[in-house]
């Protein structure tokens, strides 16, 4: 097949026609049947030679040109694609390194075979310029709601017709229940958009938390204008939800908002998911508020907030528990992915035992160290001692304001006490000894005799071994691990330290070794007051 004055114009008239088709630019096309044309003259002329096709965009008539480039004589490989200075002269009259020099070459006879392969080129220019079209349209939309319809089925998988393009609902990203047929109209939310090797891939999902916060958006004007903000949403998906939600009107409730009148909005939400019940939760600054209002509808008596921990306990009466954890525990498990916290549930009965556990645990203690009947141990215990190191150290009147307790008594208590803590203290110092601690960390100031032996019972015996130690080895901390919170024990953790705590007393022990200047540590703050300064 030759290129004559008969189909010249029939590639631009095809360029046009499969740009019309595939939504595309028609000069891609016609870059892409350049392209096509030089492979299939390299063919004919030499896979060595740099044979460049240009086609007229207005008559469509395809030049054939060989290109040769100027190169320096020792770096010359290729002579058919490449030439020296010196041969360059007999076309430039200055030539340069790196000068181009084209000469014009007969029109090329496509085979049967070379005309496949340029066909084969064609389609594929085509396919990358209809991937990137379609990338470019969905990658700015992805966050967003989007209508389609559902076009088949694959291995469980939907491919749904998105207009410009195709999507792909995954078996995990349904409801359950739903079940769709080809040519069903639905509604996606576009969680992702990517490029991968057999084009661009435009995932939907109708299980993420985003999908509904989406629908809201569409069917509450007040969170579409800002004035309702959504602050969290948590999904099972099909069976139940719970959104949490803040109004920044005073005049306008969130959750009436939400609601609609007769539950109209609400209601338009739930029979686009399926039935699935919605619980609307005003959202609290305050956890311990904000969590009874996520475990509605049970009621809670009290919650205690771990904030280090990022646990949360929460005690609620008796005949309310199976109502807090829900079937299967989905209340429970709802209102700690709302709030971000794990959370322990106990009833009323279940906390007043565990209380009376500490109370009998501390009235032993207390019995056994200062060697005192069980009424004076008691005593103490309901007035809220914990510890011998607060009776020892206590102000003598805190003591004396309980009933029962005169000036002997009281003094004779912390005697006792004091002198229970140096034995311990004492008993500590020489097991860690025993095991191998040094003197510079047994005198390191800030660290108690029972801490000392803590590290040495965990190898750390130098001050040097105290240094190396990250901050959450002492301390303790969390770690999120496939999905799950993971609890990393410190070895101090028992000692109530902090991780504030471990840091300065880390960075304190760098700085008596010399590992660290004491002036670095000091250079931030002046920073920061300086540029307070500027700011004023």
């Given at each position: 097949m030759a290129i004559t004055s008969a189909n010249q114009l029939e590639l631009l008239q095809t360029a046009e026609a499969v740009a019309r088709e595939k939504l595309i630019d028609p000069e891609l096309v016609v870059q892409a049947m350049e392209d096509s044309l030089a492979r299939a003259a390299k063919s004919r002329y030499g896979a060595d030679m740099d044979i460049r096709v240009h086609i007229d965009r207005k008559t469509g008539r395809a030049q054939f040109t060989r290109v040769r480039t100027v190169v320096e004589d020792d770096l010359l490989e290729n002579h058919h694609a490449e030439l020296t200075v010196e041969q360059a002269r007999q076309y430039l009259a200055d030539p340069q390194i790196g000068d181009e020099i084209s000469d014009e070459v007969p029109p090329v006879e496509l085979g049967r075979i070379a005309a496949q392969s340029a066909k084969q080129v064609i389609l594929q220019k085509v396919r990358e310029a209809e991937r990137d079209r379609q990338y470019d349209e969905f990658k700015d939309r992805v966050g967003t709601i989007i209508n389609g319809t559902v076009k088949r089925e694959e291995y469980g998988n939907i491919i749904v017709d998105i207009g410009r393009g195709e999507g792909i609902l995954r078996r995990n990203e349904k409801i359950g229940r739903e079940s769709y047929r080809p040519n069903d109209r639905i509604r996606c939310f576009i969680k992702d958009v990517r490029r991968e090797a057999r084009g661009p891939q435009v995932f939907l999902s109708r299980t993420a938390p985003e999908f509904m916060a989406a629908l809201f958006k569409m069917e509450v004007p007040e969170i579409y204008d800002g004035i309702i903000e959504i602050k969290a949403v948590a999904r099972d998906p099909g069976s139940r939800a719970k959104i949490a939600v803040i109004s920044y009107d005073n005049s306008i409730d969130p959750v009436g908002a939400c609601v609609g009148m007769r539950g109209s909005r609400v209601q338009a939400v739930v029979n686009e998911l399926q039935g699935e019940k919605i619980d609307i939760i005003p959202w609290n600054e305050e956890q311990a508020t904000f969590l009874v209002n996520a475990l509605q509808p049970a009621e809670v008596s009290k919650v205690v907030i771990d904030e280090d921990a990022a646990r949360i306990e929460v005690v609620v009466p008796d005949e309310q528990l199976s109502l807090a954890i829900g079937r299967r525990g989905q209340n429970v498990r709802l209102a700690s992915q709302l709030t971000g916290l794990d959370i322990d549930i106990m009833t009323e009965s279940d906390e007043s035992a565990r209380r009376q556990a500490e109370f009998a645990e501390r009235t032993k203690l207390f019995m056994d160290a200062l060697d005192v009947d069980e009424m004076m141990a008691q005593l103490l215990v309901a007035e809220g001692f914990t510890n011998l190191e607060e009776v020892a150290y206590v102000e003598l009147d805190e003591l004396l304001s309980i009933d029962g307790f005169d000036e002997d008594t009281a003094t004779e208590l912390q005697a006792r006490a004091r002198d229970r803590i140096e034995?311990?203290?004492?008993?500590?110092?020489?097991?860690?000894?025993?095991?191998?601690?040094?003197?510079?960390?047994?005198?390191?100031?800030g660290l108690t005799p029972q801490m000392v032996e803590a590290l040495a019972k965990d190898g750390v015996k130098t001050l040097d071994d105290f240094a190396t130690c990250a901050d959450w080895e002492l301390a303790g901390?969390?770690?999120?691990?496939?999905?799950?919170?993971?609890?990393?024990?410190?070895?101090?953790?028992?000692?109530?330290?902090?991780?504030?705590e471990a840091q300065s007393l880390i960075m304190t022990a760098r700085v008596q070794l010399g590992w660290v200047d004491p002036a670095d540590l000091e250079q931030p703050e002046e920073d920061d007051l300086e540029v307070e300064g500027d700011e004023e």
């Open positions: 034995a311990i203290n004492q008993a500590a110092l020489d097991n860690a000894r025993s095991l191998g601690a040094e003197p510079s960390l047994i005198d390191f100031e901390g969390w770690t999120t691990v496939d999905g799950q919170r993971v609890k990393d024990d410190g070895i101090l953790e028992p000692f109530d330290m902090s991780l504030e």
